[in-house]
């Protein structure tokens, strides 16, 4: 290749040839991320990752989804351990359709529940019940939710199937706020234009 | 970064005869109510189609994007400007991380959009096939180029489709400083030194071209899209982003004293539309086709750091995963 | 309290910080996975920035501007260890770096936190935050990359081999170490290096890697006295490529 004007580019060396073949799955499974953006708010969905397991999805979705913005905490679950109803819409909300009966195989284990307030928006982490399945986790969270506002849709995830944020490692995020580069307002320069076309006039 | 219609590619409304035409009108009622689409919504096989082009390619843009303002990312000067670079380079391939991730809720996995990233089959703004001579160079990217990003986005943000829309507001809410930064650089370097002004005027001068294609051909030129349009896919026509971009920012060109290649380029007040001269539409299309100066470089580069980390990734996949597409 | 003693501390360490932060921003855009292409190079804006703040801490004494003394100087003016200013190699190379540097560095941020010159105690006590996320995305790679393939495996076992000489030379005792430990400034590289070594040594024996026998091997020293390789004046010539175009200009 010709000299680049990166002096990185260069430094890659970069080689002529095919591409080799490589294995399916290269770029791994999904993460689904929830982001708490201070203590005492809710987990809100907030996006992906792709990662090889949990602990990798947590550090990589620690910088993608917190390294702008406020954050208190972060959890992760792989997207395929994600139990997702049917969506409803307008007034009919979701819970009335969730039978009363279920399965009853399993050992008893806590489960977390997310609700779809709007269309639109994201889930939003509502809280947690112990059941031995996800559907009888969804039936025994339907009394609590069927007279209330609509819901549209309902994720259920095994608690123990997310990684939570270690309450040691939350001082992760107490730098933030010296980012001062990634602020706007570090930016300002009207002084500058301002005398620039004084000196022109 | 991204920027408008890309290509020349036809959109016909082929298929739509195909589609369940009860559902085909719920759907349309959906977006004319301002409703968004999501995911597990019933979608028109075209709309998904014209979608994940379209969002893929704004992914591969901001990868792709990445690496001319990278091209100084190790020579930006001072600390505020080496931090700042490194942030801003670094949120180009988060947003692309965000966009690829925003297609995958459509059914194309991540993997595939790289692949076709990688053997040229899929496009990504043209702007980035050019070369960044001098820091200047870079200024004017962060500057120009994301105002004209910008300008698209926050339309694309209005758009129908849930997942990119959620994905844009958090693009656009990160990149508040990327604007300021770019514009405060490129003020520096009017206010400056002479040298400072001939290295700035120059990557002006360099980078007008590009930045006119960047929209995309011009309305009579580009095959008209109403359908894309009904279904806001696309939010507004290349001619009046073009025309929204000069209006915003030719007048804090000229108010650095810097002097745009056109001698055609002013603003009809009776039209209140700006007047230039006719984009090289025949260069534009060689450069998408391949033929600009650093589509080989690029590709290359992409291609290498694809592969100098599949090891990485080979290591660490467990065998027996199945791909699931996310969820929102 | 002596300035030249603090200042012969401040120096090491910001240039320790300026120059692999520096390196590592090399990846962006290059890493072998857009997620940790991002992750990567946060933890490079964190070291470029801690570099900042411990120059910041020497203009306070006396010294020059963050820049000058950041984009001006040349090699024999730098007193970073040599094992920052290595190329990157290959990503093998660049985490086992990143872990080994990385752990030294929170330990040493951790004891200065204690430290008796406050405005030092003050600033490590802030950057442990941004370090308790280095080491944990260090820990997790090498844990995970040091169990996996026969080929991953490998390639981490002959980059550290060849890192851990290197890594030694973080520890070059200053000339200044019976002061500083004296004055309650800092506890002393020998102290650091033996917290390190039971550190990284834990980490290695949860893999499939072999901790080299440190005994046998001669640490590269140097750095801190001004005495580098090949690698840093090009990596310092391009670094201020643009600042010394002019360096009294306002860029």
Redesign the interface.
């Known amino acids: 290749m010709n000299k680049s004007l990166d002096p990185r580019v260069n430094r890659l060396n970069i080689p002529t040839g095919e591409l080799t073949p490589k294995v399916p799955l290269d770029q791994f499974g999904t993460f689904e991320v929830f982001v708490q953006i201070k203590e005492g708010k809710g987990y809100r969905h907030e996006g992906i990752v792709h990662a090889p397991n949990r602990d990798m999805a947590f550090l990589f979705a620690k910088e993608q989804f917190s390294r702008r913005f406020m954050c208190a905490g972060i959890f992760v679950v792989e997207t395929r351990n994600v139990f997702v109803t049917a969506y409803t819409e307008d007034k009919d909300n979701i819970y009335s359709h969730i039978s009363d009966t279920y399965p009853e195989d399993g050992e008893e284990e806590q489960y977390e529940i997310f609700h779809l307030e709007k269309r639109g928006k994201q889930h939003e982490h509502i809280g947690s019940v112990p059941a031995k399945n996800h559907q009888q986790a969804l039936a025994l969270a339907k009394p609590n939710f069927i007279d209330g506002d609509p819901i549209y849709n309902v994720w259920v995830v095994k608690t123990s199937d997310i990684l939570f944020t270690e309450e040691e490692d939350k001082i992760m995020w107490n730098t933030l706020p010296e980012k001062k580069f990634r602020d706007a307002s570090d930016y300002r320069a009207a002084d500058k234009i301002k005398e620039f076309k004084e000196r022109q006039a | 970064m991204y920027g408008g219609g890309n290509t020349f590619e036809s959109i016909k409304a082929t298929g739509l005869e195909n589609e369940d035409p009860i559902k085909l009108a719920e759907f349309e009622a959906r977006i004319e109510r301002g409703e968004k689409i999501e995911p597990h919504d019933w979608m028109p096989q075209l709309y998904r189609k014209q979608l994940i082009r379209m969002i893929e390619q704004h992914a591969h843009s901001e990868i792709i994007g990445a690496l001319p303002e990278g091209t100084w990312i190790t020579r930006a000067p001072g600390f505020k400007r080496k931090l700042a670079l490194m942030a801003k380079v670094q949120d180009e391939v988060g947003h692309a991380q965000l966009l690829y991730g925003a297609a995958e809720t459509l059914g194309k996995p991540r993997e595939q959009m790289l692949d076709d990233l990688v053997s040229g089959k899929s496009k990504y703004s043209n702007i980035f096939n050019y070369p960044a001579f001098t820091w200047a160079d870079s200024c004017f990217i962060s500057w120009l180029v994301d105002a004209g990003a910008i300008v698209n986005q926050l339309a694309n943000a209005r758009g129908s489709y849930g997942p990119y829309c959620r994905a844009l507001e958090r693009i656009c809410a990160e990149e508040s400083f990327h604007l300021k930064y770019g514009h405060h650089c490129v003020i520096h370097l009017a206010t400056g030194t002479e040298k400072q002004r001939e290295m700035m005027q120059a990557a002006i001068n360099r980078w007008w071209a590009p930045m006119m294609h960047f929209f995309g051909p011009a309305d009579k030129a580009s095959v008209h899209s109403e359908i894309l349009m009904r279904w806001k896919v696309k939010m507004s026509s290349n001619d009046e982003q073009r025309n929204q971009f000069l209006d915003m920012y030719v007048p804090k060109i000229w108010e650095l004293g810097f002097t745009i290649p056109d001698p055609k380029l002013g603003k009809n007040e009776a039209t209140g539309k700006w007047e230039y001269t006719e984009p090289d539409w025949e260069e534009f299309k060689r450069v998408i086709n391949g033929d600009g100066p650093c589509n080989a470089e690029r590709l290359a580069v992409r291609r290498t750091a694809e592969e100098r980390g599949r090891w990485v990734r080979q290591a660490l996949l467990a065998p027996k995963t199945q791909y699931v597409a996310p969820l929102a | 309290m002596n300035e030249i003693t603090i200042k012969e501390l401040l120096y090491k360490i910001a240039d320790d910080q300026l120059i692999l932060g520096?390196r590592n921003?090399?990846w962006?855009?290059?890493?072998?996975?857009?997620?940790?292409?991002?992750?990567f190079?946060?933890m490079?804006?964190?070291k470029?920035?801690q570099s900042?703040a411990m120059y910041q801490l020497l203009h306070e004494l006396g010294e020059a501007e963050?820049?000058t003394v950041?984009?001006m100087r040349n090699e024999d003016q730098f007193h970073n260890c040599q094992l920052t200013e290595l190329?990157?190699g290959?990503?093998d190379f660049s985490l086992i770096r990143h872990f080994l540097f990385d752990f030294a560095y929170a330990i040493r941020f951790e004891m200065l936190a204690n430290s008796s010159y406050e405005p030092l105690a003050k600033l490590s006590k802030?950057?442990?935050?941004?370090l308790?996320?280095h080491t944990?995305?260090a820990n997790?790679w090498i844990k995970?990359?040091g169990s996996?393939?026969e080929?991953?495996i490998s390639?981490l076992q002959n980059s550290l081999n060849e890192a851990m000489p290197y890594s030694l030379g973080i520890f070059e005792p200053s000339p200044y170490e019976a002061e500083l430990k004296s004055e309650g400034i800092f506890e002393g590289e020998e102290v650091l290096k033996e917290k390190w070594l039971a550190k990284i040594t834990d980490v290695i024996n949860q893999t499939q890697l072999q901790m080299p026998d440190i005994s046998t091997l001669t640490p590269k020293y140097g750095g801190r006295k001004g005495k580098h390789t090949e690698h840093l004046q090009p990596l310092l010539d391009?670094?201020?490529?643009?600042?010394r175009?002019?360096p009294t200009?306002?860029?």
Do not use: C
């Open positions: 520096h921003s090399e962006t855009g290059f890493g072998p996975l857009l997620e940790e292409d991002i992750a190079s946060s490079a804006q964190d470029v920035g900042q963050p820049d950041a984009f190329p990157n290959e990503y802030k950057i442990q935050g941004e308790r996320y944990m995305h997790t995970q990359l996996a393939t080929e991953s390639r391009e670094m201020a490529e643009v600042f175009i002019d200009a306002d860029w």
